[in-house]
Every structure is written in structure tokens, then in C-alpha cells.
């Protein structure tokens, strides 16, 4: 008796032998994320550093830069062509973001709840495939497209306006600089209508039906149905599109670039291609630098704020 005791004493104080320790989740997780973040150090962080360095140099590409410290952005703060172009990705938000937004919400509830409904869900995808259409072409061949139809002799739309009796209006689209701006934001929002209609139309797929049914039978017509039910629904998309398209135009450049090259007169330039303008063609690369820093400054602000609106939004709503 004292013999077994004793052995289930030595027993349970016997410590198991230790086997392999099995990796915690989030180390796996770090594994996998590490080439991403490996990438995005040598493509992204490494160039903003290098660029942000050579923003407090006066360089001209050849030769050894030489340091002025704040120079360029105190010499940036006073340049009336910095500012013109920053007011004028005011109006490419405008073209990007909030156009295309307002448009796209009302195209994917029409598709979604009328064409879908009524003509089947076969014409609302054609539909959407054609308004996403321009975001699939390459915005060097959309930029040439428009250039031939916005040209002031024997452009597409000069001669549709004198055919239908509106000669009167013929215009010339991309050199005049009181219109010239006009035209590229209603190219861009051609280009990004697609955007915004097909992130919302797939929002609304996860709408419940129900609720469409209970509005219509209590009377409710689709208006009342898009703004009740549409809209509250797919608040999460919404902020998506915005943010994305916000950061899109701020950083417009190959539009610009093809279409106008920031003219006539730099009525339609833009930080982005203002920042290109001065790097490589005024050779004045510190400068250059010092444009594209504050760019990319403003984008990563306002960024963070949209992000945090669209915390703030979710949390009240799960309260």
C-alpha cells in the first residue's frame, strides 16, 4: 500500500516531457505578410524617404545636390502656379469623387432595382459592363479618343453640335482656359462612373430583399426605397468609393498629360503633373521633390480622415 502511494505520488509530480512547440497564429501571420511588406518598404517607403531628402536640396539631376534646407517649401508656400494647381484638384475631385459617386449610386440602384427586375438580370450586367467599360481602357487611349472628339476642326462633337442646327456652341474644348478644365473633368467623369457602380451594385447584394418587398407594399416608390433603404445600406461602400476616388484625383496625372499637358496657360494643371512639369522638363528636381512630398502629405491626412469618419460612422451604427 505504502509502495503505491508513494509510486502515484512520483507520478503526478513527474513533469511531461516537453514536444515540439507549436507556432503561435500570429507568427504564421507574419510570415505571410512579410513579402508584402518587404515590397512595399522597397517600392514605396524607401522612394518617400529618398524624395523627401532630395526636397531640401537645390538640384538639377547631374552634378551633387546641394542642401538649402526649407528653401523649396518656403519658396512653395509663395508660388501663386502651386496653389492655381491645387485649387484645380479641387475640381478633379469633384469629376472623380463626388460626380461619380452621386451618379454611380443612382446607376446601381436603377440596374439592381429596376432593370434587374424588370428586364432581368442578363441587361443589368451588359449595362454595368458598359459602364465600366472605360475603366478598362488604358487612360492614354481614352485621352487620345477624347482628343479627336473635343478638337476644335472637324472634332466628333463640334460636328454633331453644327448637324443638329447648334453650331453656335462649337467650341474649342481642350485650348480655350475658360473651358478647358470643364472638358477634362467631364472626360474623368466618363472614366469613373464604372468605379462607383460596380462597388455599389455589389454592395446591394447583400441588401435584404425583404426589405425592398415591405416597402413597396407599403406604397413606398423607388426613390423613397433608394433613400430609406439603398442609401443606409450601403454606407460602408460609399465611404470605399470616396475614399479611393478622392485619393485618385488628387493624384491625377496621365489624363492631364495626354489631353492638355496642364494647358492652355496652366489652366488645367495639377500638383501631380506640375510636380512632373518641374522635375524633369524645368530640370529643377529639388523643387520638383518638394511639390510631390506635400502631395503625398495631403493624400496620407486625408486618408486617415476619411478612414476615421468611416470608424466613427460603423461604430454609431452597431451602438
Known amino acids: 500500500m505504502t509502495v503505491t502511494v508513494e509510486q502515484g505520488t512520483r507520478a503526478v509530480g513527474k ?24 515590397a512595399f518598404l522597397a517600392i514605396v517607403i524607401v522612394p518617400f524617404l529618398m524624395n523627401t531628402g532630395v526636397s531640401f536640396t537645390e538640384w538639377q539631376g547631374i552634378g551633387s545636390p546641394k542642401w538649402t534646407g526649407l528653401a523649396n517649401y518656403r519658396e512653395l508656400m509663395d508660388d501663386a502656379e502651386f496653389w492655381a494647381s491645387f485649387r484645380h484638384s479641387l475640381f478633379m475631385v469633384v469629376a472623380m469623387a463626388a460626380a461619380p459617386t452621386v ?128 442609401l443606409p445600406q450601403i454606407r460602408p461602400e460609399i465611404y470605399v468609393v470616396l475614399t479611393w476616388c478622392t485619393i485618385a484625383a488628387l493624384k491625377v496625372f496621365g489624363a492631364v498629360y495626354v489631353l492638355t499637358k496642364g494647358g492652355p496657360g496652366g489652366a488645367t494643371d495639377v500638383p501631380s503633373y506640375f510636380s512632373f512639369s518641374t522635375f524633369f522638363e524645368k530640370t529643377q528636381v529639388g523643387y520638383g521633390a518638394a511639390i510631390s512630398t506635400i502631395l503625398t502629405v495631403i493624400i496620407l491626412v486625408l486618408s486617415l480622415v476619411l478612414l476615421k469618419l468611416q470608424t466613427r460612422s460603423e461604430e454609431g451604427d452597431r451602438a
Open 15 to 38: 513533469q511531461p516531457a516537453a514536444g515540439p512547440r507549436r507556432p503561435r497564429e500570429r507568427d504564421s501571420y507574419a510570415l505571410f505578410l512579410l513579402p508584402g511588406f518587404l
Open 103 to 230: 451618379i454611380g449610386l443612382v446607376l446601381a440602384a436603377a440596374l439592381f432595382d429596376y432593370v434587374g427586375k424588370h428586364f432581368g438580370s442578363r441587361w443589368a450586367a451588359v449595362l454595368r459592363a458598359c459602364f465600366y467599360l472605360p475603366q478598362v481602357l488604358p487612360i492614354a487611349v481614352a485621352g487620345i479618343v477624347w482628343s479627336w472628339i473635343l478638337a476644335p476642326d472637324n472634332g466628333s462633337l463640334n460636328e454633331l453640335l453644327k448637324a443638329v442646327g447648334l453650331g453656335s456652341w462649337q467650341q474649342d474644348w481642350l485650348g480655350d482656359p475658360d473651358i478647358a478644365l470643364y472638358s477634362v473633368m467631364g472626360v474623368m467623369v466618363w472614366v469613373q462612373i464604372g468605379f462607383p457602380l460596380v462597388v455599389f451594385m455589389a454592395g446591394l447584394q447583400r441588401v435584404d430583399p425583404q426589405l425592398y418587398e415591405a416597402a413597396e407594399l407599403d406604397g413606398a416608390g423607388w426613390w423613397r426605397r433608394f433613400w430609406h433603404i439603398t
